[in-house]
């Protein structure tokens, strides 16, 4: 597993003009081909009227699969301009679509590679990026007499509360870098005077906003 990457934070749309034509932007995030193939099929079904539905995905750990599709636009000028730009924002799991309706006035090549090059770039705003990061589930029980100088520290400090779970004692589900584990360990059984229960979980990607 990665130990961090970037990817989009979920579904987004947006739609510019350019020299008449309009340029409709959809995005999401697939993590495997189906998904992002049903994405695609998806968009084409809603504007089955629209001139072109070009496409572009790029999934995998280490982007395996890479597709470009120009529906039509001239060789190269839509689909590769599209995957190029998730190429440059180091983006993994991400399918993007853009629909055009032709406006009337021809782009050329360069036009073209550019409006499509545009389309996606304002469409990943619309999206908005995130970073996964690879981190370690802590469970902390500790007693109901310390949650709250726990719950302030931690809520202060580098590392991010996951759950919480009441019951007879309470116990804390928090997200810790690897690398940080022991540096927790000892911080946090300083905090409760030795007197927490720590207990090492799974690892899970925790997802935090770039942009």
Known sequence: MLQKYYTVKGYGENEIIIEKSRFICYINRATTEEEAVQFIQKIKKKHWDATHNCSAYIIGEHDQIQKANDDGEPSGTAGIPMLEV???????????VVTRYFGGIKLGAGGLVRAYGKAVSEGLKAAGIVERRLARVMH???????????????????????????SENVELEIFVDETKKQTFIEWMTELTNGRAEIVEGETEYLETDVS
């Not at 109901?144 to 809520?155: C, H, M």
């Open 86 to 96: 998730l190429k440059k924002k180091g983006l993994k799991d991400t399918v993007a």
């Open 140 to 166: 902390v029980t500790i007693d109901y007499t310390r949650l709250g100088k726990v719950e302030n520290e931690l809520r202060s400090s580098i590392y991010m509360i996951k759950d919480i779970h009441y």
